[in-house]
């Protein structure tokens, strides 16, 4: 059974920095790319950033600049840098993984439970 558990997030200051972790447990399947998205109050949720196996990663035009996402796909793990922070970037912040069971062709999406991020103006 596939899970995502996070780690980090908490209560900063504008202008401050945090570091968000993700990792996956289980095993017999591979990770395409992972990334995060987040859900402000009242909000939907939107994607923030992706990586894929190939390095290749993706922002969303309200963090570029701000964030960077690093991914450990031997380890299973990504990871989010994020500086200057702003009150408009509090929310919860969900990691995703598009995962391949081995022996399958299609991709599945897991979530992480959540974690939240508080900018304090």
């Known amino acids: 059974q596939v899970q995502l558990v996070e780690s980090g997030g908490g209560l900063v200051q504008a202008g401050g920095s945090l570091r968000l972790s993700c990792a996956a447990s289980g095993s017999g399947f591979s990770i395409e790319n992972m990334g995060w998205y987040r859900q402000a109050p009242g909000k939907q949720r939107e994607l923030v950033t992706t990586?894929?196996?190939?390095?290749?990663?993706n922002y969303a035009d309200s963090v570029l600049g701000r964030f960077a996402i690093s991914g450990e796909f031997r380890k299973k793990m990504v990871n989010l840098q994020m500086g200057s922070l702003k009150p408009e970037d509090t929310g919860v912040y969900y990691c995703y993984a598009e995962i391949r069971q081995y022996g399958r062709t299609n991709l599945k999406m897991y979530w992480g439970q959540g974690t939240q991020v508080t900018v304090s103006s």
């Open positions: 990586i894929n196996t190939d390095g290749r990663s």
